[in-house]
Nanobody, 122 residues
Framework: QVQLVESGGGLVQAGDSLRLSCVAS????????MGWFRQAPGKEREFVAT??????RSRYADSVKGRFTISREENTVFLQMNSLKPEDTAVYYC?????????????????WGKGTLVTVSS
């Protein structure tokens, strides 16, 4: 089992920055990649970004490319969010899986965190 705990959410204004963190514990060696998803009110959960623990290779959703950056350090994954927009408002979930492809597909995530709320006001 892998436990994922997110932090860093909050209320910000459009154009501001925010950094989310996700601490992984347990059998972290069973997951080769980590990622972030988000779910806005009334919408389905969507993929945001993913990163490989070993290579550091990352993938992003088109909607966040150039604004968000995913990184990892030891057992923590970060999501640096810049130039935030009201449409970025959502609950952000940390995810762990066997590969970046598995996570970006959204259908092969092995573990989920409970989420952290990001609210961007206009």
């Amino acid at each position: 089992q892998v436990q994922l705990v997110e932090s860093g959410g909050g209320l910000v204004q459009a154009g501001d920055s925010l950094r989310l963190s996700c601490v992984a514990s347990g059998r972290t060696d069973s997951s080769s990649a980590m990622g972030w998803f988000r779910q806005a009110p009334g919408k389905e959960r969507e993929f945001v970004a993913t990163i490989s623990w070993n290579s550091g290779r990352s993938r992003y959703a088109d909607s966040v490319k150039g604004r968000f950056t995913i990184s990892r350090e030891e057992n923590t994954v970060f999501l640096q969010m810049n130039s935030l927009k009201p449409e970025d408002t959502a609950v952000y979930y940390c995810a762990a899986g066997s590969s970046t492809a598995a996570i970006s597909s959204g259908t092969r995530v092995a573990y989920w965190g409970k989420g952290t709320l990001v609210t961007v006001s206009s």
